[in-house]
């Protein structure tokens, strides 16, 4: 799996790592009970400070993408059904990103096709 961090844009590095990780496994390049890199060597091949890898392995945990075992490290978890509270969570968060779309100038269509076309990209479940 490629990370690209981008320096220029307002979104925090430890976000851009957490969001590719994500996108990493939704595609299938990570899988369940593979590894991640410890968190100090990854920061050395992102040219990134620990803490900013330490802080996206803990958004990953809190999310219930990865499990951190002390002295093994990060473990992507296995895929469980979707929990009622989890469904509305992201709900929360997509709302404001569709009400935005609407409001700047999307109409329904062309964002149910930037939907299908994100879809595409990633491994569907």
């Known amino acids: 799996m490629i990370i690209r ?3 220029e844009t307002d979104i925090p590095i430890y976000t851009q790592l957490t969001n590719q990780i994500i ?3 939704a595609r299938g390049e990570i899988a369940a009970g593979d590894s991640l ?3 100090r ?3 050395a091949d992102l040219g ?3 803490h900013t ?4 392995y803990h958004e990953l945990e809190k999310k219930g993408i990865i499990k951190i075992v002390p002295k093994s490290g990060a473990i992507i978890s296995p895929s ?8 509305h969570q992201i709900i929360s968060e997509l709302k404001p990103v569709i009400a935005e779309a ?4 999307m109409n329904k269509k062309e964002i149910q096709g930037l939907v299908s076309m994100i879809l595409e990209e990633m491994k569907e479940k």
Do not use: D, H, R
């Open 23 to 25: 996108e990493g496994i």
């Open 102 to 105: 609407l409001v700047t100038g």
């Open 41 to 43: 060597g990854f920061a």
């Open 5 to 7: 961090i981008e320096a």
């Open 53 to 56: 890898v330490n802080k996206s």
């Open 37 to 39: 890199p410890s968190v």
């Open 80 to 87: 469980e059904q979707m929990s009622e509270e989890k469904k």
């Open 48 to 50: 990134v400070n620990m």
